[in-house]
């Protein structure tokens, strides 16, 4: 039996999870160990012991977990939207997948969650796993991303590394896996460090992220990580001026910018200007777009797709984004 408190505001609830037989308790022993303590976009989660049948809404939130080591301890995940990272592919395979996108809240709960994580608002929606104060009510405790709080006042003014960071060494607390979580983040500090040191100086350039779309194509503004990434390597975002994580742009307000650079993001779902490929394509043919300073100089960056949103890939985007402007510029 696990005791778990959940403070939703300045309201304490005691909860507990129910067992296979439907049976329940509402009482911490005394003596107990002391509870682990996080909070989640102002939610404070307190859990008793670590627990054993996580579910990760989606991939990035499950490759944090797998990176961490915890196959063992995962029941479910879904949402699966790249190919795994290599390194992860052997335990990714042991986790059940759930849904294609995200399961609803029979399926979730049919498999017994004592623990749920996700990265995106998203899966806490009604057509999804439902709120994650509805899912305390049943003595599952929800942790969810500070890139996208259900409270949008809550939600960091810009994404930073340093949030990553401590999401990465929050769950691996949950998990009584600090340790290791430690040095999961020390690496990708180390890695960081290497990748800032790598780029250009003295960089005078421009650059426009293009997410996916063609018609209405998806742009970084200043807010989220892309523009963190910009401003990491010494460059200018090219929407710098839109206070968005992302925007929905227009070809006429590109090319009145004119980025010098443009950052692919590479999706692999299949839609319209997902690829980075795909989105080549368009920006050559496009009669507007291919009148672009980057399109005519062939200046394009291309990044995994997954990795433009906080998780344990963003490292790597830096990585891409320096070396193609090394490449590019040095």
């Given at each position: 039996?696990?005791?778990?408190?959940?403070?939703?505001?300045?309201?304490?609830?005691?909860?507990?999870?129910?067992?296979?037989?439907?049976?329940?308790?509402?009482?911490?022993?005394?003596?107990?160990?002391p509870?682990?303590?996080?909070?989640?976009?102002?939610?404070?989660?307190?859990?008793?012991s670590p627990?054993?049948?996580?579910?990760?809404?989606?991939q990035?939130?499950?490759?944090?977990?797998?990176?961490?080591?915890?196959?063992?301890?995962?029941a479910?995940?879904?949402?699966?939207?790249d190919p795994v990272l290599?390194?992860l592919?052997?335990?990714y395979?042991?986790?059940?997948?759930?849904?294609e996108?995200?399961?609803g809240?029979e399926?979730l709960l049919?498999?017994?969650?004592?623990?749920?994580?996700?990265?995106?608002?998203?899966a806490?929606?009604?057509?999804?796993?439902?709120?994650?104060?509805?899912?305390?009510?049943?003595?599952?405790?929800a942790y969810?991303?500070?890139?996208?709080?259900e409270d949008?006042?809550l939600?960091?003014?810009t994404?930073?590394?340093?949030?990553?960071?401590?999401?990465?060494d929050?769950?691996?607390?949950?998990?009584?896996?600090?340790e290791?979580?430690?040095?999961?983040?020390?690496d990708?500090?180390?890695?960081l460090?290497?990748?800032?040191?790598?780029?250009?100086t003295?960089l005078?350039?421009?650059?426009?992220?293009?997410?996916?779309?063609?018609?209405?194509?998806?742009?970084?503004?200043?807010?989220?990580?892309?523009?963190?990434?910009?401003?990491?390597l010494g460059?200018?975002?090219?929407?710098?001026?839109?206070?968005?994580?992302?925007?929905e742009?227009?070809?006429?307000?590109?090319?009145?910018?004119?980025?010098?650079v443009?950052?692919?993001?590479?999706?692999?779902?299949?839609?319209?200007?997902?690829?980075?490929?795909?989105?080549?394509r368009?920006?050559?043919?496009?009669?507007?777009?291919?009148?672009?300073?980057?399109v005519?100089?062939?200046?394009?960056?291309?990044v995994?797709?997954?990795?433009?949103?906080?998780?344990?890939?963003s490292?790597?985007a830096?990585?891409?984004?320096?070396?193609?402007?090394?490449r590019?510029?040095?």
């Amino acid at each position: 039996m696990k005791t778990i408190s959940i403070r939703w505001g300045v309201v304490a609830t005691v909860l507990t999870l129910a067992t296979a037989c439907g049976s329940s308790t509402a009482a911490t022993t005394a003596g107990a160990p002391p509870a682990t303590r996080v909070t989640s976009c102002g939610v404070t989660l307190e859990i008793s012991s670590p627990p054993r049948r996580a579910v990760a809404m989606e991939q990035n939130a499950a490759e944090i977990m797998l990176t961490l080591g915890l196959a063992d301890r995962m029941a479910g995940t879904a949402y699966q939207t790249d190919p795994v990272l290599p390194e992860l592919k052997e335990p990714y395979a042991q986790v059940p997948v759930l849904a294609e996108q995200y399961p609803g809240r029979e399926a979730l709960l049919a498999n017994k969650p004592d623990f749920v994580y996700s990265m995106r608002a998203s899966a806490f929606a009604p057509e999804a796993a439902g709120s994650r104060q509805d899912l305390a009510e049943l003595g599952v405790p929800a942790y969810l991303s500070s890139n996208d709080c259900e409270d949008q006042t809550l939600i960091p003014a810009t994404a930073e590394f340093e949030a990553i960071f401590k999401e990465i060494d929050d769950i691996a607390t949950v998990f009584g896996a600090r340790e290791r979580g430690q040095a999961v983040v020390a690496d990708l500090r180390r890695r960081l460090d290497e990748a800032k040191r790598s780029a250009p100086t003295n960089l005078d350039a421009d650059i426009m992220w293009y997410y996916s779309g063609t018609k209405t194509p998806a742009i970084a503004g200043d807010t989220g990580l892309p523009g963190t990434i910009t401003k990491l390597l010494g460059a200018r975002n090219a929407f710098a001026d839109v206070k968005q994580q992302w925007t929905e742009g227009n070809w006429e307000e590109i090319a009145a910018r004119d980025p010098d650079v443009i950052v692919l993001a590479d999706l692999t779902r299949g839609g319209d200007g997902d690829s980075a490929e795909a989105k080549k394509r368009f920006l050559r043919e496009d009669p507007v777009a291919s009148k672009l300073t980057a399109v005519q100089n062939d200046r394009f960056i291309v990044v995994p797709g997954s990795s433009v949103d906080p998780s344990v890939r963003s490292v790597t985007a830096v990585e891409h984004v320096g070396q193609g402007l090394a490449r590019l510029y040095g």
